[in-house]
């Protein structure tokens, strides 16, 4: 794990970066309900290309590594709009 992040840190901080700006904007927007789920959908859209994108520039890409992405942000996703309840 140490060696990819190496290996890709310029990605790992780019995605650290987008998520914190994503967290930041979260708690900035708590009181527009309707602006909280655009920037869920933005959360989940992002760490899913991120995922994908960085799997396909290392070689690595595959379906399993597709879903993987795909389902932990569905299920981030679920729990952050579960929130804005």
């Given at each position: 794990m140490i060696k990819e992040i190496k290996d890709h840190l310029f990605a790992y901080l780019?995605?650290?970066g987008l998520l914190v700006g994503y967290v930041y904007a979260?708690?900035?927007f708590w009181s527009d309900r309707?602006?909280?789920k655009g920037v869920v959908v933005m959360m989940i859209i992002t760490y899913f290309l991120w995922?994908?994108?960085?799997h396909k520039k290392s070689g690595q890409i595959n379906v399993e590594i597709v879903k993987e992405y795909g389902l932990i942000a569905l299920v981030g996703g679920v729990v952050l709009l579960m929130l804005t309840y």
């Amino acid at each position: 794990m140490i060696k990819e992040i190496k290996d890709h840190l310029f990605a790992y901080l780019l995605l650290v970066g987008l998520l914190v700006g994503y967290v930041y904007a979260f708690i900035s927007f708590w009181s527009d309900r309707l602006l909280l789920k655009g920037v869920v959908v933005m959360m989940i859209i992002t760490y899913f290309l991120w995922g994908v994108l960085v799997h396909k520039k290392s070689g690595q890409i595959n379906v399993e590594i597709v879903k993987e992405y795909g389902l932990i942000a569905l299920v981030g996703g679920v729990v952050l709009l579960m929130l804005t309840y």
